[in-house]
């Protein structure tokens, strides 16, 4: 794989054994309904999940906004999408999309509410992908952005300089690995209105974290940059720690909301 397109290709070309990985990693989880707060979703609406991955959080949407709304999952993932479609069978409420290029395959003002998680520190173009969330919303409509910021991450027992040496070496997986701090300005930029930007942090003590760690090792691999004997033997110390009590890990959510 080329290392300057990998942070969009290996997204779009995931190998079976990363989809089982990625579906147990994306499955909705008590406590997602926090993240969404803000986005003040309500019966009836429409709304747009941008980078639905498998589908867990567009299914979660679709029982929140019911039968007389509509939730659209949209992903440059196929074998997601597919999935996706799968698991949504027999719910006339949410369609899932396969889009391979930046354009959505909706109208103008077709949505009430776009919501995406953890997906613009992978797109190519942040600005292009902004204008056409912004196309897809309605006068009234509000967008709703959950991201990661990769210079947040704590990991006990790395420490500082290990954390910046493992996530360094990953960072050719993403495009924006910055992403989190930047909404609440990209939303400004983009002429949003009454943006607001809170931090959502957990702090995982029994290693619910190492498969999303293990999963980077790819990513490292790819970059260059570390070996995979260091890398696993990072990886070992996080396992032992989780062992002995001395693990701790915490990646910060930055959530981003806004009015159009
Ligand atoms: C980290 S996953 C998050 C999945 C889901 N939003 C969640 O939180 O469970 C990132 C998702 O964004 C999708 N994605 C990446 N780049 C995209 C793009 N340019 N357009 C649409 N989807 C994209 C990936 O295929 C993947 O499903």
Same mark, same amino acid.
């Given at each position: 794989?080329?290392?300057?397109? !990998?942070? #969009? ?16 990693? $994306? ?7 926090? @993240? ?14 941008? *980078?639905?991955? /498998? *589908? !867990?959080?567009?299914?979660?949407? %679709? ?16 074998? !997601? ?22 354009? @959505?395959?909706?109208?103008? +003002? ?13 797109? /190519?173009?942040?600005? %292009? #992908?902004?204008?056409? @969330?912004?196309?897809? &919303? ?5 967008? =709703? ?5 990769? +210079?947040?991450? &704590?990991?006990? /027992? ?11 070496? %990953?960072?050719?997986? $993403?495009?924006? /690995? ?5 909404? *609440? ?6 002429? $949003? ?14 290693? =619910? ?17 570390? #070996? ?20 701790? !890990?915490?990646?910060?959510? $930055?959530?981003? #909301? %806004?009015?159009?």
């Amino acid at each position: 794989m080329d290392p300057r397109t !990998f942070y #969009t290709d290996h997204w779009q070309h995931i190998d079976d054994e990363r989809v089982a990985r990625y579906e147990r990693m $994306f499955q909705w989880r008590e406590g997602g309904a926090a @993240l969404l707060a803000d986005a003040d979703l309500q019966p009836g609406q429409n709304v747009l999940d941008f *980078g639905s991955g /498998p *589908g !867990f959080m567009a299914l979660a949407l %679709a029982d929140m906004v019911g039968e007389g709304g509509h939730v659209h999952g949209v992903d440059i993932n196929a074998r !997601f999408v597919a999935d996706a479609k799968e698991r949504a069978v027999g719910r006339a409420n949410v369609t899932f999309h396969h889009v391979k290029g930046q354009l @959505l395959p909706l109208p103008d +003002g077709a949505v009430d509410r776009v919501v995406s998680k953890n997906v613009l520190e992978y797109v /190519p173009d942040v600005d %292009a #992908t902004l204008a056409e @969330l912004r196309r897809a &919303l309605k006068p009234a409509g509000r967008i =709703h952005l959950i991201d990661s910021d990769w +210079g947040f991450v &704590l990991l006990e /027992p790395w420490g500082k300089a290990g954390v910046e040496r493992f996530f360094g070496a %990953a960072g050719v997986a $993403f495009k924006e /690995p910055h992403i989190g701090r930047k909404l *609440g300005g990209l939303l400004r930029r983009h002429g $949003f209105r009454n943006v607001a930007v809170r931090v959502v942090a957990n702090a995982d003590q029994d290693g =619910h974290a190492l498969p999303m760690l293990r999963n980077m090792r790819e990513y490292i691999r790819i970059g260059g940059l570390m #070996t995979a004997t260091e890398a696993d033997e990072m990886l070992a110390t996080a396992e032992d720690a989780v062992r002995t009590g001395e693990y701790l !890990f915490a990646l910060p959510q $930055f959530v981003a #909301t %806004a009015d159009i």
